[in-house]
T-cell receptor, first 111, second 112 residues
Framework: GQNIDQPTEMTATEGAIVQINCTYQTSGFNGLFWYQQHAGEAPTFLSYNVLDGLEEKGRFSSFLSRSKGYSYLLLKELQMKDSASYLC????????????FGTGTKLQVIP | NAGVTQTPKFRVLKTGQSMTLLCAQDMNHEYMYWYRQDPGMGLRLIHY???????AKGEVPDGYNVSRLKKQNFLLGLESAAPSQTSVYFC???????????FGQGTRLTVV
């Protein structure tokens, strides 16, 4: 998505912490989603942020700063099964239905 | 609870052939979507529907048509397939604003 930017690839070590950043530009903000997609599979929902701050959900946390157009997904205690693509998504245009996805960040967890 | 089911899972078409992809959801969701996913391009919205009998164009609608005759079904049609339509197609549904989308398992389409 041309209005959502994420790094293309990241590598991290098992047991470590990794932060995946997402920046966006929008004319009407209605929240930001993070999805996880394992290779060859469908995306699955991880988190949703509509207010500024950090939302924690087990090993995964998501942060949002609306004034900066910035979000990040924080993965703690990395496991090999966390190797996947992480997609940032938000409705960037007027009207909720037009959700734009970033191109995704492919995370590789190594031993 | 099946969630979102797409058929078929794989298909190879010759240029100029037509086909229909079927998406069915059993969660009583109002909103349904068709995306295509290509390497380096991410998920791009083709068409979407906000309720039975409604459809609207997304980001990349050319070459595709859709229909939502029943609330639980959303059909994506390719009237004359082109190699540029080789992609993985995902159907999704959700219950409205601020709700998570549920995706089907995808259809891998190759047009030769």
């Amino acid at each position: 998505g041309q209005n959502i930017d994420q790094p293309t690839e990241m590598t991290a070590t098992e047991g470590a912490i990794v932060q995946i950043n997402c920046t966006y530009q929008t004319s009407g903000f209605n929240g930001l989603f993070w999805y996880q997609q394992h290779a060859g599979e469908a995306p699955t929902f991880l988190s949703y942020n509509v207010l500024d701050g950090l939302e924690e959900k087990g090993r995964f946390s998501s942060f949002l700063s609306r004034s900066k157009g910035y979000s990040y997904l924080l993965l703690k205690e990395l496991q090999m099964k966390d190797s996947a693509s992480y997609l940032c998504a938000a409705p960037l245009k007027e009207g909720y239905q037009k959700v734009t996805f970033g191109t995704g960040t492919k995370l590789q967890v190594i031993p | 609870n099946a969630g979102v089911t797409q058929t078929p899972k794989f298909r190879v078409l010759k240029t100029g052939q037509s086909m229909t992809l079927l998406c069915a959801q059993d969660m009583n969701h109002e909103y349904m979507y068709w995306y295509r996913q290509d390497p380096g391009m991410g998920l791009r919205l083709i068409h979407y529907s906000v309720g039975e009998g409604t459809t609207a164009k997304g980001e990349v609608p050319d070459g595709y048509n859709v229909s939502r005759l029943k609330k639980q079904n959303f059909l994506l049609g390719l009237e004359s397939a082109a190699p540029s339509q080789t992609s993985v197609y995902f159907c999704a549904s959700d219950g409205g604003m601020n709700t998570e989308a549920f995706f089907g398992q995808g259809t891998r389409l190759t047009v030769v």
